[in-house]
């Protein structure tokens, strides 16, 4: 039963490398979501995706590509990092507007 | 557009006494959501208490209870009988019933003193 799961936990990227960050969720919910913590700013969505093959812009979208590659997986990109995207992500999931949230990961840029 | 505010950056409690985490928001809507979520130093985002502005009945789970005025707009957490593990970063959300985007307040710290 393992809810939301993000991976990697940690990463550490150079300024100008991308990644993906991973998330998968096996709680069969419609809609699930990219945030980013940031100290004093509480969770600012980055990307929605109300259900598959949809996705919406959160927030702070600029920098990021999510890809909801079928029910279970939600992706997010960053192209070209930059050290303002130093943050901590969370994926969530949502069912009776509830969300389920994945463990986080921190990501520093340098 | 909706907002939530948290206004105490930080708040400490003695073990076994209550607290009172306060929430205000703002919106134009009527049917609408509102939770508390805890982090503790773990980083995991645990739903506390969830609240649905129809009932006029306050929301209870254990020892955590909510104020709900929904004239004032305002969406208080009491924490009854504190303890060492109820330590954590306390967030309040608000998303209006039918959308998907959630609004999360800035946070509050709770320290629990021995």
């Known amino acids: 039963n393992a809810g939301v799961t993000q991976t990697p936990k940690f990463q550490v990227l150079k300024t100008g490398q991308s990644m993906t960050l991973q998330c998968a969720q096996d709680?069969?919910?419609?809609?699930m979501y990219w945030y980013r913590q940031d100290p004093g700013m509480g969770l600012r969505l980055i990307y929605y995706?109300?259900?598959?093959?949809?996705?919406d812009k959160g927030e702070v979208p600029n920098g990021y590509n999510v890809s909801r590659l079928n029910k279970r997986e939600f992706s997010l990109r960053l192209e070209s990092a930059a050290p303002s995207q130093t943050s901590v992500y969370f994926c969530a999931s949502t069912l009776r507007n509830i969300q389920y949230f994945g463990a986080g990961t921190r990501l520093s840029v340098l | 557009a909706q907002t939530v505010t948290q206004s105490q950056p930080e708040m400490s409690v003695q073990e076994a006494e209550t607290v009172t985490l306060s929430c205000t928001y703002d919106t134009s809507e009527s049917d609408y959501y509102l939770f508390w979520y805890k982090q503790p130093p773990s980083r995991q985002m645990i739903l506390v208490i969830r609240q649905e502005a129809y009932k006029q009945q306050n929301a209870t789970e254990n020892r955590f209870s909510v104020n709900f005025q929904k004239a004032a707009k305002s969406f208080s957490l009491k924490i009854s009988d504190s303890q060492l593990g109820d330590a954590a970063m306390y967030f309040c959300?608000?998303?209006?019933?039918?959308?998907?985007?959630?609004?999360f307040g800035t946070g509050t710290r709770l320290k629990v003193l021995a």
């Open positions: 959300a608000y998303i209006s019933s039918g959308t998907y985007k959630y609004i």
């Open positions: 995706s109300a259900s598959e093959g949809t996705t």
């Open positions: 709680m069969n919910h419609n809609s």
